[in-house]
């Protein structure tokens, strides 16, 4: 199942508008009922302005109305519909890190994040990832 996840991700990638870093990338999200949202990235002359595909992907969720079902998210990133020809996983930026850790505290789970590389995949718990993240908690 993570595996078909990936998959998902790689395929998003090849829809990724990315003319500044040649970089595709693509997200997937599995919600609770089986159901996958998938993102690219969305790169903006400006560069800063740039929307990662995890960004993209959790916004249209958001958007659907099922945000609060997302229970595991992959991310690859390379050739558009590829994986990059390195043994190191895509992971998430920091920006998209505190994104999920918004969807982790929202669902009340350590969402992992599946990462592709050349040889498959390595998983991430958001914990791993963003050890210490600011969160709704911070606020009260
Ligand atoms: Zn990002």
Do not use: W
Request: hydrophobic fraction near 45%.
């Amino acid at each position: 199942m993570s595996q078909d996840l990936v998959n998902a991700a790689i395929a998003a990638s090849a829809n990724a508008y990315a003319p500044y870093s040649n970089f595709h990338v693509g997200a997937a999200l599995l919600l609770d009922d089986g159901q996958i949202v998938s993102g690219a990235n969305f790169e903006n002359a400006s560069y800063g302005m740039t929307l990662c595909a995890e960004t993209v992907a959790i916004a249209k969720a958001n958007s659907d109305g099922t945000l609060r079902k997302i229970v595991a998210i992959a991310v690859a990133g390379g050739p558009a519909g590829q994986v990059a020809a390195n043994d190191e996983a895509i992971t998430p930026c920091g920006r998209c890190r505190q994104i999920i850790k918004e969807v982790a505290d929202l669902t009340e789970r350590d969402i992992p994040v599946h990462c592709a590389h050349a040889n498959g995949y390595d998983t991430y718990l958001l914990s791993e990832l963003l050890p210490h993240g600011f969160g709704p908690a911070n606020l009260k």
